[in-house]
């Protein structure tokens, strides 16, 4: 009964940590516009409830992203708070062009 009990202890704090240490991936829907000043430009997407997030991707992912401003988009990464300005930075994995309904 011990061993058993032992085992299922075990279990749970394993599994806890893989949950723990996995990234939840989102998708994010707005526009994608360039903000800041020359020369400290970014790219960001704003949704239809006006939030914010910056954009980070890969060299090839950021070129078709750049290509679609202006426009109406999905975005599929993980999202991180930026400690120090609070800022949602999305890290991109997918894009697709979005029709608003």
């Given amino acids: 009964?011990?061993?058993n009990i032992l085992i299922?202890?075990?279990l749970v704090i394993f599994s806890s940590t893989v949950f723990?240490?996995?990234?939840?991936?989102?998708?994010v829907e707005g526009y994608i516009s360039?903000?800041?000043?020359?020369?400290?430009?970014?790219?960001?997407?704003?949704?239809?409830?006006?939030?914010?997030?910056?954009?980070?991707?890969?060299?090839k992912i950021m070129d078709k992203i750049e290509n679609?401003?202006?426009t109406y988009i999905k975005l599929t990464g993980t999202v991180r708070i930026?400690?120090?300005?609070?800022?949602?930075?999305?890290t991109v994995t997918k894009v697709k062009k979005s029709s608003k309904l």
């Fill in 1 to 3: 009964m011990k061993k």
């Fill in 8 to 10: 299922v202890f075990l």
């Fill in 20 to 27: 723990s240490m996995s990234k939840n991936s989102v998708t």
């Fill in 34 to 59: 360039t903000y800041g000043n020359m020369p400290f430009t970014y790219l960001g997407i704003t949704t239809s409830d006006d939030e914010l997030y910056i954009i980070e991707a890969s060299e």
């Fill in 68 to 70: 679609l401003k202006g």
């Fill in 82 to 90: 930026d400690e120090n300005t609070s800022t949602k930075i999305l």
